[in-house]
């Protein structure tokens, strides 16, 4: 069977399942106890932008 890199896996890059990853990637920052406070808060906002912008391009 042939590799075909331009193709998508329907299950793997669906959006809607990525933005809930990085919603919940953004809850475990606010608690990973191997960064300090402010950039605890900074992972957490990245990963709510990103999850926003996904969300934002489903609509």
């Known amino acids: 069977m042939r590799s075909d ?4 896996d329907l299950y793997r890059d ?4 990525l ?8 809850e ?3 608690h990973d106890p191997h960064w300090r ?9 990245n990963y709510i932008a990103e999850a ?3 969300e934002a ?3």
């Open 5 to 8: 890199d331009t193709q998508l």
């Open 37 to 45: 406070p402010a950039e605890q808060k900074r992972r957490h906002d």
């Open 14 to 17: 669906d959006p809607a399942r």
């Open 57 to 59: 391009a489903l609509s």
């Open 19 to 26: 933005a809930l990853a990085y919603r919940t990637a953004a």
């Open 52 to 54: 926003a912008r996904i």
């Open 28 to 30: 475990i920052a606010l």
